[in-house]
C-alpha cells in the first residue's frame, strides 16, 4: 500500500501527460519527483521505448502542482511500479493515436507504417509525417482509455539497458539544485528553531537583532525568525537572536534515552497473523526454544545539502519552490495556514540533495511562507543549518522487537514476534494534521496532537510477518505517544523488523545445528526468494571459510513481501575496530527498466544501512535533541566503504517493482551475522559499536 | 569597500565585508553555485574549493583569507585531468543526487594532478574529508581506479 494514495489518471487526458508542441522533443509530464534516485531517467526510458524514441528526446516536466498530473508523493519505493505502468500506457495510446493519423494523412493501411525517431516511414521510405507534424491530427483531450496495447517486454530495446547518468555531471556545476535559484529582490529568511518541541518562547528582545542589512524579525507566539538581505547579514543577525530569546518549559526528564521511553510506553497491540496461539513456546513441548530482544534506535535522515524552500507570497497568490516529496500534499497545507485557496498555491518541485523519506525539505518551504508574508511580492529564501537538520527534521523511530521460537526436527515450529515502535508516518495532511514545525510554533491550532502510523504491514509493521514459511504469531505494539517528531524514514519500520528476524534465523538454524543458508531454504518455497538466497550465497563464496577475526553473514528479505527480493552477503572484521569488508547482494524487481539505476539504489541502500548499522544513534539529553555538527552524528566515512557487489536477477515475466528501500533490512541482518560469525557473539542492539561489543564480551565474563 | 583575488584565473573584485565567508561570495557575489553548502564547519566537504591549488573548506574561510590568492572552484576545472574524471564518474555511476560531488570533484583533481603517480591509497585518504550520504562512496572509489587506471596508460594530463 502506498503510503499516500497515489492518484489515478485512468480518465484524465493525454494532454496531462505528453507536450508535443517542441519539434523533436516529447514532453512527459509527471507528477514524481527526481532526489537522486533516477526515476526521470526510467520514466523517460518507459516513454522512449514505446514511441521508438532516444531517451534524449523524452524531456520531462516534474512536481508542479500547476501542470503535472496529480499522483501522490513520490513515496514508498513505488514511482516505477505505479508511475511507470501508467506512462507505459500513456506512451501506448499516444503512439497509437500518431500512428492511426499517420495512416490517415499518408492514405496507407497502419501495417505498412513504422516510426523511428518519431519520423514516419511507409514500406521503409521516410514519409514527410512526423510525430510533430501530426500532433495537430490528435485529440490530447479526450479521456486516456486503456485501448492500446504496449509493446511486448520482448521486443525491448531501451528498456533493460543502462543509460549513463549523465545528468550527474551536469550537476557538478551550480544550477542543479534548489539551493542555487536566485530571484530579482530575494531576501534571505530563517527561523529560529525551539531548543525542544515544549517549549514556549518567554521573552525576546527583538530591538538588539536589528543590524546592518536585517529587514524584518517575524514573531508569531513561538515563532520567531529573520529576513535580511544577505545570507551574511542573515547569519550574523541569528546568532544574535539565538542570544536573545528565552525559553521556558523545557522538561528536564532525566537520562532515559529513546530506547527506554519505548519500552515504558503505552501502546495498543494488534495482531498482524495468528496461525498459531500467543503463549509463546513451552519448555514443556518437545524440541528446543529460543527468545531474545533486538532494537534499533532513533534514526536521521543526514542529508548532506540542508533543506531549502523559497516563497513568493502576493496578493494573487503564493509561489513555492521546495524539494518535498509531495508537492500536492505541501499545496495543501501551506493553503491551510495562509488562508488561502490550493489553486491560489503554485509548488514547484526543484532537486535538492539526497533525500531518503520526510525529511526538512517541507518546514523549509513552509518556513519561507511564513515569513514571505511580511514582505509580499518579495521571493524570501530559507536555508536550514547543519545544526537544524540534526535537531528538527522528522526522525525514524526507534524500535524494539521481541521474538521466541520453537525449532523441532531442524524446522521452525512455532514463532512469536511482538514489534514496538512510534510512528512512521507524520507528513504533511497526514491525519488531517499540518505536521510542520513553524505552524506548530506560530499557532496551537497547528500543532500535532495525534500520532498515527501507517496501516497493518506498512509503518512499524512493515515486513514483521517473516516470508518464511512456518506458523507464526505477529503482534504490532504502537506507541502514539513518544516524545520525539517521528516520519518516514527510507524502508521505515522494515528495517528494524527485518534485522531483527534476520538475526533470530541465524540463531535459530544454530540452535538447529543447520548451516543459515539451508535452514533459510529449508523454510522458503518461493522459487524467487530461494533464487536470490542461492545466488548470493554463490557470488559471495558464502561457505568458504574466513580466518580468524573474520566472519560471512547473510541476510534477506522480499520488501512489504510483496515488492522486490533481495538477500544480502557481508565480509566483515572485528578487530580494533569493526569493518565491513565487502558487501554482495542479489536483486529480483521483475521487469527492469534501468540496470545501471538499480544497482545504483540497491548499492546506495546497502551502505546507507551499514551506516545505520555500524554507527548511527540520535544523541539525545531525555527527550531534548542535542546533535550540534556532524562530529554528534557520524555517518560512514569513506574510509569505512566497503566494497560493493550487486547482481541483478531480471526476469521481465514478472512486473517491476521498486528498488529504493529494498536492501536496507537485509543488509542490517547480513551485517549483524557476520559481526556474530567473526566476534562470536551476539548483540541485539544496534548500532553495533566496538563499544558495544566489548561491553558484552565483559558481562559474559 | 572591495576584496580582491583570482577566481578560476580571473582577477575579480568582490564587493563584500571582508568578513564574509568565501563560499556566500562564490555562490551570491559571483554566481558560482558548483560549490555547495553541506555543513558550515569542515566536516562535510561539500564546499571544497582550492585555494592556490590547496583544498581548503571554503564555508570557514573568509574573503580577506583570500585577498591576492587564486581561488579555483569546480567550474574552474575544465582540464584533460577533469574530462578523465568526468568520463569515470559516468562509467561507474558515481553519485546518486550528486550535492557532494562537486567538493568531492575538487579533491579528487587535486590528487591527481599534484602527484606524477598517484596511488590508490591515497587518493581514497583524501577523500576523508568528505561525506556522502546515498551510498555512492563504494561508486566513487571505483572512479577513482578508473580514473588512475587510465591516468596509469597513458591519458597525459598535461
Known sequence: ?701 | MGVKLTVNGAPVEVRADGSTPLILALRNELELKGTRFGCGGEDCGACMVLVDSAPRYSCTLQLDDVARHQVTTIEGLNDSLAHVLREAILAESAGQCGYCLSGIFVTLHHCLATSAQPKYAEVAKALGRHLCRCGANAAILRAVKRALERIEAGVSHA
Not at chain 1, 500506457?89 to 525517431?117: C, H, N, P, Y
Not at chain 1, 500543532?447 to 509503518?459: F, S
Request: glycine share 10%; aromatic share 6%; hydrophobic share 40%.
Open chain 1, 1 to 701: 500500500m502506498p503510503e499516500f494514495g497515489s492518484g489515478s489518471e485512468r480518465n484524465t487526458p493525454l494532454t496531462e501527460r505528453f507536450d508535443l508542441s517542441r519539434p523533436g522533443l516529447v514532453v512527459l509530464k509527471t507528477g514524481k519527483v527526481e532526489f537522486g534516485q533516477g526515476i526521470l531517467l526510467a520514466l523517460r526510458q518507459i516513454a522512449a521505448e514505446e514511441l521508438d524514441l532516444s531517451a534524449d528526446a523524452i524531456v520531462t516536466v516534474s512536481g508542479d502542482t500547476s501542470s503535472s498530473p496529480f499522483e501522490g508523493g513520490t513515496v514508498g519505493s513505488m514511482s516505477v511500479e505505479t508511475s511507470g505502468h501508467e506512462v507505459r500506457d500513456a506512451a501506448a495510446v499516444l503512439r497509437s493515436e500518431l500512428f492511426d493519423a499517420a495512416a490517415r494523412k499518408l492514405d496507407v493501411s497502419l501495417s505498412e507504417i513504422t516510426a523511428e525517431g518519431g519520423e514516419f516511414f511507409v514500406a521503409g521510405s521516410r514519409s514527410k509525417e512526423t510525430f510533430w507534424s501530426l500532433a495537430a491530427e490528435i485529440d490530447f483531450d479526450r479521456p486516456l482509455g486503456r485501448s492500446a496495447v504496449p509493446k511486448s517486454p520482448k521486443h525491448y530495446k531501451s528498456v533493460g539497458a543502462s543509460l549513463p547518468p549523465t545528468h550527474l555531471l551536469e550537476r557538478l556545476g551550480g544550477g542543479a539544485f534548489i539551493h542555487d535559484l536566485s530571484f530579482d529582490g530575494m531576501l534571505h529568511g530563517r527561523v529560529l528553531r525551539k531548543p525542544h518541541p515544549d517549549a514556549r518562547l518567554e521573552s525576546v528582545d527583538a530591538d538588539a537583532i536589528s543590524g546592518p542589512g536585517v529587514l524584518r524579525v517575524v514573531r508569531e507566539r513561538d515563532f520567531i525568525g529573520v529576513i535580511a538581505e544577505t545570507e551574511q547579514a542573515l547569519a550574523t543577525s541569528m546568532a544574535r537572536l539565538e542570544r536573545r530569546c528565552r525559553w521556558n518549559g523545557i522538561p528536564d526528564d532525566g537520562p532515559r534515552t529513546p530506547l527506554d521511553i519505548l519500552a515504558n510506553a503505552e501502546v495498543t497491540e494488534r495482531v498482524l497473523r495468528a496461525d498459531q496461539g500467543s503463549s509463546g513456546p513451552k519448555p514443556a513441548e518437545d524440541g528446543q526454544t529460543l527468545s531474545a530482544v533486538y532494537s534499533k534506535p532513533l534514526i536521521g535522515h543526514g542529508s548532506i545539502g540542508p533543506s531549502c524552500g523559497i516563497a513568493t507570497v502576493s496578493d494573487s497568490g503564493v509561489e513555492i519552490w521546495s524539494h518535498s516529496q509531495n508537492v500536492f500534499a505541501l499545496r495543501d497545507q501551506i493553503a491551510h495556514v495562509l488562508g488561502r485557496l490550493p489553486q491560489d498555491v503554485i509548488v514547484r518541485h526543484r532537486l535538492g540533495a539526497g533525500c531518503y523519506g520526510h525529511n526538512g525539505a517541507d518546514d523549509a518551504a513552509m518556513d519561507a511562507a511564513l515569513l514571505a508574508r511580511a514582505v509580499p511580492g518579495r521571493p524570501v529564501r530559507v536555508q536550514w543549518t547543519r545544526k537544524d537538520e540534526l535537531c528538527c527534521e522528522p526522525l525514524g523511530s526507534p524500535m524494539r522487537i521481541s521474538i521466541s521460537a520453537r525449532v523441532r526436527e531442524g524446522r521452525i515450529a512455532e514463532w512469536e514476534l511482538t514489534t514496538r515502535s512510534g510512528t512512521h508516518m507524520q507528513r504533511p495532511g497526514w491525519g488531517e494534521q499540518v505536521n510542520l514545525l513553524g505552524p506548530a510554533a506560530a499557532s496551537v491550532e497547528f500543532a500535532t496532537t495525534v500520532q498515527m502510523d501507517l496501516p497493518d504491514h506498512n509503518g512499524g509493521s512493515k515486513n514483521a510477518v517473516a516470508l518464511y514459511d512456518f506458523p507464526q504469531h505477529v503482534s504490532y505494539e504502537f506507541a502514539a505517544d513518544l516524545p520525539f517528531r517521528l516520519s518516514a524514514l527510507r524502508s521505515l519500520g522494515a528495517f528494524g523488523n527485518v534485522f531483527a528476524i534476520e538475526s533470530f534465523i541465524d540463531e535459530l538454524a544454530e540452535l538447529a545445528g543447520c548451516d543459515p543458508v539451508e535452514f533459510r531454504l529449508r523454510h522458503l518455497a518461493d522459487p524467487r526468494a530461494r533464487r536470490v538466497v542461492s545466488r548470493v550465497a554463490e557470488i559471495s563464496d558464502y561457505s568458504k571459510p574466513c580466518g580468524s577475526g573474520f566472519g560471512r553473514g547473510l541476510g534477506f528479505a522480499r520488501f512489504k513481501n510483496t515488492g522486490s527480493y533481495c538477500a544480502v552477503v557481508a565480509l566483515v572484521s572485528v578487530d580494533e575496530t569493526v569493518e565491513v569488508q565487502k558487501l554482495w547482494a542479489a536483486v529480483d524487481a521483475g521487469l527492469v527498466i534501468n540496470p545501471a539505476g538499480v544497482i545504483s539504489q540497491i548499492e546506495g541502500g546497502m551502505l546507507q544501512a551499514a551506516s545505520w548499522v555500524l554507527k548511527e544513534a540520535v544523541p539525545t539529553d531525555g527527550t531534548r535533541l542535542i546533535a550540534e555538527s556532524w562530529k554528534d552524528y557520524p555517518i560512514l566515512s569513506f574510509a569505512e566503504t566497503p566494497e560493493a557487489n550487486v547482481e541483478i536477477i531480471a526476469d521481465p515475466e514478472f512486473p517491476s517493482s521498486g528498488v529504493g528501500e529494498v536492501s536496507l533490512g537485509p543488509t542490517a541482518g547480513a551485517i549483524a551475522n557476520a559481526i556474530t560469525n567473526a566476534f562470536g557473539m551476539r548483540v541485539r542492539e544496534l548500532p553495533l559499536t566496538r563499544e558495544r561489543l566489548m561491553k558484552a564480551a565483559f558481562e559474559a565474563e
